[in-house]
């Protein structure tokens, strides 16, 4: 072997940045040959294995030839702290043992941006066995060290950073939402951005804003949840670093008109008055999401239309999928329009989704009304939202229903059982952020990035939710085979070693649906074997069960179903 890849990722969000083979490609532009050996390594936020670190430094140095080269890719967007601090301790602990440090091997470090200095990984060009080895380089080009990092540099420009999917970091809420005003909408949907999402959508309005240069800028967030006004105002303030730009609320400019505002408020708004009087500062107008154009007819009316000449409408969610054209600025999805007094408004947009309208008289609305279930736009916050009857009804009518198909042996079949293997991976998401909150909500100090969620290895129901936990709820998960849960076989040994890395954290058993607890149960028992500690929580999203959990056991479910227990 010559040359090796390390490509290192949370294990969280394994799917960050560059796959291990558009990783493997860019090494090779880069020195000419494919990596002869290639790792993709995951890193937990609270546990840094210490021997496992030295087991990778042990094979890194016999698989690299004299004067070869270890390319360490640990380049992925994130906004998280905690993240970048266990990285920056799990590359120094790789590099300072022993077989690394005193090899010849040249190391080549890719990140997202340069470590600063107070950093160890800039720490480590500082020590006199690797000062002359290593190499950090950012997706910018930039390099840290001392040596030549031309190719690697040239090879970037031929291998940009995959871009972030923002699908991933959008939440789509299920339910009937309703818009209230003199003409009341009703939607199946509601989208609303994580908080990778919300970093995502600020830098592309920043981007787009910049280019567009308002002097003041109008919001209304009257249909939006807390993420819209503060992603708002985190540009607002950046914007104005640059420039003065005045902000304000459409409704606290209305209270302004009418007089009622307290006296500091009044000065505020005042401020933003004499900004828009000059006739040559630009508006922006900014909305959370456009369907009707009701949000933006009552921002610009509000504010009044002879601005409209200066101005600029956004909207951060087109919520159809209507033909947009392209967008005139950076980082906007593209252009839709608007009618408004006899002429058409552009409307500027970041990311275009379904909220499926439906009528007054759907059979959805009918029963979400009937049950007390509709849900009145901005929806609140998520961690205090159950499983409603009606969304489920909605769930399964896209999954359906039918005979069960993974049975332990112990029992028949259930004749009537949630299809949720067919889900999509946005109500995967959905699911799996209800979990997390349920979680976070049941096991005091717990945290997403410190928890472990262990399920049975199915393509069930929990197959798309267990990939939604990893990927898009940033939860660590292990799957355990069925066989090993029905007791044939023992753990093997990476998945006893990634529970034991896991051990100190949350830990959690969960499964799609459960009918009399075995799954469920046994797969606590093999978790108490190994570690000789309990699961902190038990779960499933459907209980089917006639009986409660055994006395002792942290139970929770999103929604009980009572109605299915026909066998076949």
Not at 148 to 176: M, N, Q, Y
Not at 312 to 340: H, K, N
Not at 398 to 413: L, M, N, Q
Not at 490 to 518: C, M, P
Request: hydrophobic residues 40%; aromatic residues 6%.
């Amino acid at each position: 072997m010559s040359d090796v890849l390390v490509r290192i990722r949370p294990a969280s969000d394994t799917l960050v940045g560059r796959s291990l083979a558009e990783s493997s490609s860019l090494m090779e532009a880069a020195f000419g040959d494919e990596p002869g050996l290639s790792l993709d390594i995951e890193f937990m936020l609270d546990v840094t294995d210490d021997e496992h670190i030295d087991d990778i430094a042990q094979l890194l140095h016999s698989e690299t030839e004299p004067h070869g080269v270890i390319f360490i890719d640990a380049s992925f967007p994130t906004d998280a702290l905690r993240s970048y601090q266990v990285l920056d301790s799990l590359v120094w602990l790789l590099l300072v043992t022993e077989p690394i440090s005193s090899g010849s091997a040249d190391i080549v470090i890719l990140m997202e941006e340069l470590p600063v200095p107070v950093d160890q990984i800039a720490d480590l060009m500082n020590l006199p066995e690797l000062k002359t080895r290593l190499i950090v380089v950012d997706e910018a080009g930039r390099t840290l060290g001392g040596g030549d990092a031309t190719h690697v540099v040239d090879a970037l420009k031929s291998h940009p950073p995959v871009a972030p999917d923002i699908d991933r970091e959008i939440l789509r809420r299920r339910g009937v939402f309703r818009n209230q005003g003199k003409d009341s909408s009703f939607y199946s949907f509601y989208y609303e951005p994580t908080d990778a999402g919300s970093d995502l959508l600020e830098r592309r309005l920043l981007n787009a804003l910049q280019a567009y240069g308002p002097r003041v800028v109008v919001y209304d967030a009257t249909i939006s949840g807390d993420w819209f006004p503060s992603l708002v105002r985190a540009v607002s303030v950046k914007l104005s670093s640059r420039s003065p730009v005045a902000i304000i609320d459409t409704d606290e400019w209305l209270s302004f008109q009418a007089g009622t505002l307290t006296k500091p408020q009044n000065r505020h708004a005042a401020h933003v008055a004499e900004a828009l009087k000059d006739e040559t500062s630009t508006v922006a107008f900014i909305i959370p999401a456009f369907s009707s154009g009701r949000a933006a007819m009552r921002t610009v009316e509000a504010v009044g239309r002879p601005l409209l000449s200066r101005s600029q409408i956004f909207a951060i969610i087109v919520g159809d999928r209507r033909e947009l054209r392209a967008g005139s600025y950076d980082g906007t999805l593209g252009a839709s329009s608007l009618e408004y007094a006899g002429s058409q408004l552009d409307v500027e947009v970041f990311y275009q989704a379904a909220l499926d309208l439906l009528g007054p008289e759907d059979w959805l609305v009918r029963a979400a009304s009937a049950l007390g279930e509709v849900n009145d736009l901005p929806a609140g916050p998520l961690r205090d939202e159950r499983l409603q009857t009606s969304t489920v009804w909605s769930l399964l009518r896209e999954c359906g229903v039918g005979k069960e198909s993974f049975v332990p042996p112990s029992r028949a079949p259930r004749r009537y059982y949630p299809v949720l293997e067919r889900m999509s991976p946005w109500d995967a998401h959905y699911i799996g952020e209800l979990v997390v909150q349920k979680i976070l909500r049941l096991v005091p100090n717990s945290t997403r990035d410190a928890m472990l969620v262990v399920v049975p290895d199915e393509e069930t129901g929990i197959g798309p939710i267990s990939r939604a936990l990893l990927h898009r709820c940033n939860t660590a998960v292990l799957r355990v085979p069925r066989m090993a849960i029905s007791g044939g076989d023992g753990l093997d040994a990476e998945v006893t070693r990634k529970l034991r890395r896991h051990q100190a954290e949350t830990l959690v058993v969960f499964d799609e649906a459960t009918v009399t607890y075995s799954t469920l149960l046994s797969l606590g028992t093999l978790v108490k074997r190994e570690l000789g500690r309990s699961v902190d929580l038990t779960g499933c999203v459907f209980n089917l069960a006639l009986s409660d959990p055994p006395a002792g056991t942290p139970f929770f479910h999103l929604r009980r179903w009572r109605a299915v227990q026909e066998e076949v």
